[in-house]
């Protein structure tokens, strides 16, 4: 019985089991199928209307144009550059003096005036150096003086015994030739008497014997005579000699003074040495660079502060390969910073490198660039400040402001003729592709010039650069677009979309 029971109680809680399970499910499935279809209606109402709103999107997408009135443009043929600015000039402060620093008075940035102080240097060492110069300069010349007068009196004491010796010597000239002519006088005169004993038939031996004795006096005067020329001549060939050395002597004694002019140079270079221990700014204008610091030893010749002058600005720019040709001195030109904004500064070209230097600085102290040419355009402002950044525009043929059209909008029929695409306004609000006529100048840029034609200033111009958009073609408002306010003759402006 129990086991029955048993048993009975398990079918019944399996029958109330199955039967919960054929009864309630059903039941909760055909409300989840319910919601899942109507789900999916939704959804695909959904999709349906986004596809037919992007597909209505994509066409009106498609058709759109975009049109802008057609202006006056500067044609101006010109080269946009990039640069710095710099001073006109900059002076580079350095100092002879090999001394230490001792004070540094400016900053980089500070303003000058000329005169400023800017650098001191320890002079103690060069003063101690000039003293010890101008001693031995004073020795060396006490010294170079007394051998000069030496000298000199040499030579004075040469030409006196030059004199001495030549007066004596024709002294002995002398009276060797008055004895000559003394015989010279009495063989004449015994040869005359000679003769006249002769005519008168008397004896003549006493006076034979004279003459002889006076021809024999004679040849002993004339060699006497000749013996005191030869002395006197080479009396005067040794004491020119003597004399030529003396002078020789003086003459050299400038040449042999070298020691004292070598530290005469000496002394004039450490008083300029000294002199430039105190460095002061040779012009007015803007410290850019300080090199040294206090406690260094300058060295020499070295910089150590740049100014710029400031009361004149010049912007250093960049020029490439292809430009550097172009650009001229004396060409207009216009400068923008950050700093000014909009305001379009005037210049004008005036100097061009035209040399390609191969060590290359851009940071606007040189006029080396990244291209290695560069050009120099001096600016009217001066309030702005040494290595700004800005950009250029130099103007290399002045065409005005002339009415212009893109060129790549520019179309051509079969005859050749230029034309191009206006939308001009319907009554209904819609607008229509208008063709007009254009005659074309010189290209600059982007642009091309129109120099006649159909065309206006105002007209409607169609950018369609793959013209794709055919003449007479309709636009709707919703087609049609605008970076400017469009006329208010049917067009859209940018606000209305």
Same mark, same amino acid.
């Given at each position: 019985?129990? =086991?029955?029971? *048993? /048993?009975?109680?398990?079918?019944?809680?399996?029958?109330?089991?199955?039967?919960?399970?054929? &009864?309630?499910?059903?039941?909760?499935?055909?409300?989840?199928?319910?919601?899942?279809?109507?789900?999916?209606?939704?959804?695909?109402?959904?999709?349906?209307? $986004?596809?037919?709103?992007?597909?209505?999107?994509?066409?009106? $997408?498609?058709?759109?144009?975009?049109?802008?009135?057609?202006? /006056?443009?500067?044609?101006?043929?010109? *080269?946009?550059?990039?640069?710095?600015? &710099?001073?006109?000039?900059?002076?580079?402060?350095?100092?002879?003096?090999?001394?230490?620093?001792? $004070?540094?008075?400016?900053?980089?940035?500070?303003? %000058?005036?000329?005169?400023?102080?800017?650098?001191?240097?320890?002079?103690?060492?060069?003063? /101690?150096?000039?003293?010890?110069?101008?001693?031995?300069?004073?020795?060396?010349?006490?010294?170079? &003086?007394?051998?000069?007068?030496? /000298?000199?009196?040499?030579? %004075?004491?040469?030409?006196?015994?030059?004199?001495?010796?030549?007066?004596?010597?024709?002294?002995?000239?002398?009276?060797?030739?008055?004895?000559?002519?003394?015989?010279?006088?009495?063989?004449?005169?015994?040869?005359?008497?000679?003769?006249?004993?002769?005519?008168?038939?008397? =004896?003549?031996?006493?006076?034979?014997?004279? #003459?002889?004795?006076?021809?024999?006096?004679?040849?002993?005067?004339?060699?006497?005579?000749?013996?005191?020329?030869?002395?006197?001549?080479?009396?005067?060939?040794? @004491?020119?000699?003597?004399?030529?050395?003396?002078?020789?002597?003086? =003459?050299?004694?400038?040449?042999?003074?070298?020691?004292?002019?070598?530290?005469?140079?000496?002394?004039?270079? #450490?008083?300029?040495?000294?002199?430039?221990?105190?460095?002061?700014?040779?012009?007015?204008?803007? *410290?850019?660079?300080?090199?040294?610091?206090?406690?260094?030893?300058? @060295?020499? +010749? @070295?910089?150590?502060?740049?100014?710029?002058?400031?009361?004149?600005?010049?912007?250093?720019?960049?020029?490439?390969? !292809?430009?550097?040709?172009?650009?001229?001195?004396?060409?207009?030109?216009?400068?923008?910073?950050?700093?000014?904004?909009?305001?379009?500064?005037?210049?004008?070209?005036?100097?061009?490198?035209?040399?390609?230097?191969?060590?290359?600085?851009?940071?606007?102290?040189?006029?080396?660039?990244?291209?290695?040419?560069?050009?120099?355009?001096?600016?009217?402002?001066?309030?702005?400040?040494?290595?700004?950044? !800005?950009?250029?525009?130099?103007?290399?043929?002045?065409?005005?402001?002339?009415?212009?059209?893109?060129?790549?909008?520019?179309?051509?029929?079969?005859?050749?003729?230029?034309?191009?695409?206006?939308?001009?306004?319907?009554?209904? +609000?819609?607008? @229509?592709?208008?063709?007009?006529?254009?005659?074309? +100048?010189?290209?600059?840029?982007?642009?091309?010039?129109?120099?006649?034609?159909?065309?206006?200033?105002?007209?409607?111009?169609?950018?369609?650069?793959?013209?794709? *958009?055919?003449?007479?073609?309709?636009?709707?408002?919703?087609?049609?677009?605008?970076?400017?306010?469009? =006329?208010?003759?049917?067009?859209?402006?940018?606000?209305?979309?």
């Amino acid at each position: 019985m129990e =086991d029955n029971n *048993v /048993k009975e109680k398990k079918h019944f809680f399996h029958k109330k089991e199955k039967k919960t399970e054929v &009864a309630e499910v059903p039941k909760k499935k055909k409300k989840v199928w319910l919601i899942v279809l109507v789900i999916a209606a939704i959804v695909i109402v959904l999709i349906g209307t $986004a596809v037919k709103n992007m597909t209505s999107q994509i066409e009106t $997408a498609a058709n759109t144009v975009e049109v802008e009135p057609v202006e /006056k443009r500067d044609l101006s043929d010109s *080269v946009s550059l990039k640069g710095t600015i &710099a001073g006109q000039s900059k002076t580079n402060v350095m100092s002879l003096a090999a001394a230490e620093i001792t $004070a540094v008075n400016v900053q980089v940035g500070d303003i %000058v005036k000329e005169g400023d102080p800017l650098v001191t240097l320890d002079q103690k060492d060069i003063e /101690k150096q000039i003293a010890e110069l101008k001693t031995n300069i004073n020795n060396a010349n006490a010294i170079a &003086a007394n051998d000069a007068t030496q /000298k000199q009196e040499s030579l %004075v004491q040469n030409k006196q015994d030059q004199q001495d010796s030549l007066e004596a010597a024709q002294k002995a000239i002398d009276e060797a030739q008055s004895d000559v002519d003394k015989y010279k006088k009495k063989v004449a005169e015994c040869g005359d008497y000679i003769y006249y004993l002769k005519n008168n038939h008397e =004896d003549t031996s006493e006076y034979d014997a004279k #003459l002889e004795g006076f021809k024999s006096s004679l040849e002993a005067a004339q060699k006497a005579l000749d013996t005191a020329n030869d002395n006197y001549a080479s009396v005067l060939k040794s @004491t020119d000699r003597s004399v030529a050395s003396a002078q020789n002597t003086v =003459d050299m004694q400038k040449y042999q003074t070298s020691t004292t002019r070598d530290l005469k140079d000496q002394l004039e270079q #450490l008083q300029k040495q000294l002199a430039d221990c105190t460095l002061s700014a040779p012009i007015g204008g803007v *410290v850019t660079a300080v090199n040294v610091s206090v406690g260094d030893k300058n @060295t020499a +010749g @070295t910089t150590m502060i740049t100014i710029e002058d400031t009361s004149s600005l010049k912007v250093i720019v960049n020029v490439e390969e !292809a430009d550097i040709l172009k650009i001229q001195e004396g060409m207009p030109a216009t400068v923008s910073t950050d700093a000014t904004g909009d305001e379009e500064i005037k210049g004008t070209v005036t100097r061009v490198v035209r040399v390609k230097n191969q060590s290359t600085n851009t940071n606007g102290t040189d006029t080396n660039t990244s291209s290695g040419y560069s050009a120099e355009i001096t600016i009217d402002n001066t309030e702005l400040l040494v290595g700004m950044s !800005a950009k250029a525009k130099i103007v290399i043929k002045d065409r005005g402001t002339q009415l212009a059209v893109p060129y790549d909008l520019i179309r051509q029929d079969d005859n050749g003729d230029s034309y191009v695409l206006v939308a001009e306004a319907n009554e209904d +609000g819609t607008a @229509t592709a208008v063709r007009k006529n254009i005659k074309v +100048g010189e290209e600059v840029d982007y642009y091309t010039e129109v120099t006649g034609g159909d065309l206006k200033e105002g007209d409607q111009l169609i950018y369609d650069n793959t013209f794709s *958009v055919t003449e007479g073609q309709v636009f709707t408002p919703e087609q049609i677009y605008s970076n400017q306010a469009l =006329d208010t003759e049917g067009m859209m402006s940018t606000e209305a979309e």
